[in-house]
């Protein structure tokens, strides 16, 4: 599945444009079927529908364990590294980790779970919470992991969306210095979720909670029953190649977050295929990805793709930055980590600290590079090339997103020539267009537009739980007969592409998708709020920050302590990853006179250039555009 050189990057890459059935065909043969498809591909993106492998039989999970059983069952799967670096780390092998996916499927099939069943996923990132996605995978059931820094609101919004009937979760989690509560915030979420029927519960931090007789259950003492049960195996469930896999939710530039829909067969292979060729993984390299499992970044590059390879994952629990801003290096060093993937905010944060905390590590394992989740800036590219890669690792700077549940635009490691700030060029099988306002694609190089894509890949998303339409609306309704990202692109000279950013209402602060209406709902629940504006600003560290302009004429005492009420709206809302970075109180925001605000107008002022606000003379009162800039943060 790797591709060797550029000239065969070329070549692989035209075939797949010429004859992309046969191209994935090829790349699927390199997976275990219980029976091979039908048809490859059918589709049109009207409605739209999309199935690959049509006919098709399989588990994902026989792909991740099973079949490295043979030849690699001690081949560490699993290298896991607690947030506290004087406890012990744990290794899982392809066998160990197969024997606990199996126990813990049995586990929730003794629970009442069956194929279909969507289950709730909320837990900290440790060996168990990846050992719960495969278990589901296993038995059929749909997962939807909700990230663990999302508030109880949140959560009860996706099991409810979802209909989940099984959640699975611990009583705390470490991070720094810091003990998260985990149990208590489903309980509060669970009030608003009759379809819950059974809540699992790890224990990790020993954090007291309250269990629920005949809804609450321990994770260890249900594994206990499976044991005296004496049967350890789990047959995988047979799956079709379009059965779904997972939901997993995210922001928009509208209302509620969508939960966006995997399937079995695609997924799998476009993962396992992105993985290995973009990374080129050879066996027994230790890779280390720093996502959490409760993102796509952690599902495609923690779970499925590389363990379909039979890839050796280290999954860390901590934070960056504890015990201090060398942990990163200290893991890389411990584990001999020969590819790295982070996120430009972290290297932004790391980098911040000074060189000091890299000195006397030994970083000489490292032979790959990786960067996900947000266009990386120059200064953190070089520094991430020279002060971690020592100038002798690639950067594979991948761009995708969770509804593309792969790389699409990425340099292939020691394949594709790099360039700081750039993507590079589509993976084979990708065809990115760059269109202007009207839909027009805008050919040739040395230009921009909106990045769409125009024939489908296996690992794309096939809809929006419950709503299909809100999936054509989204994404194929823009342009005619073409998926529409989101983000805007540059081409260059050479037909390199550069990620710009999002060109709808959704940030990306510290590489987390936040979409702006989502907070303004979060803000005016607040009493004394009328009503908000919520932009993005450029931030050092996180890319993005989130400033808020909001009109509150009957502050209840002090300003700053309404402020602070106001940030605690939003992280009982949504979670403390949406908080406000700055909040502005003002008199009125910029409308039009048919009520629209103008964002446009509030973007600038956010980002501090006022000297061109563009005109503002069909605002209905533009004298507010000039209080608005006098009180700017
Ligand atoms: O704007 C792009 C940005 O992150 C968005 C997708 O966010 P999410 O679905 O949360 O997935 C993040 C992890 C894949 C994209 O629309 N983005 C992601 N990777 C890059 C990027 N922007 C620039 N360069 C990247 N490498």
Redo the contacts with the bound molecule.
Sequence with gaps: MQVKSFEEYHQAYQQSVEQPEQFWENIANNFQWRKKWDKVLEWNFKEPKVEWFKGAKLNITENCLDRHLENNADTPAIIWEPNDPTEDHRVLTYRQLHDKVCQFANVLKNNGAKKGDRICIYMPMVPELAIAVLACARIGAVHSVVFGGFSAQSIADRIKDAECNIIVTADGSYRGTKEVPLKSVIDDALVQCPSIKRVIVLTRSHTPVSMIKGRDVWWEDEIKKVETQGNPECEPEEMDAEDMLFILY?SGSTGKPKGVVHTCGGYMVYTGYTFSNAFQYQPGEIYFCTADIG???GHSYIAYGPLSQGATVVMFEGIPTWPNAGRFWDIVEKFKVNILYTAPTAIRSLMSFGDDVIKGKDLSSLRKLG??????NEEAWHWFDEKIGHGKCPIV???????TGGFMISPIANVTPTKPGY?TLPLPGVQPVLVDENGKEIEGNGVSGNLCIKFPWPGMLRTTYGDHERCRQTYFAAYENLYF???GCLRDEEGYYR?T??VDDVL?VS???IGTAEVENAINMHSSVVESAVVGYPHDIKGQGVYAFVVSPEKHGDEELTRKDIIMTVSRIIGPIAKPDKIQFVSGLPKTRSGKIMRRILRKIAEGDTSNLGDTSTLLDPAVVDEIKAGAM
């Design positions: 995210t993102w796509i970044t960067s996900v989740g947000e266009p990386i700077d991948t761009w995708w997103q969770t509804e993507a990202t989101g983000d990620i950013g999002r990306n590489g987390h998708r």
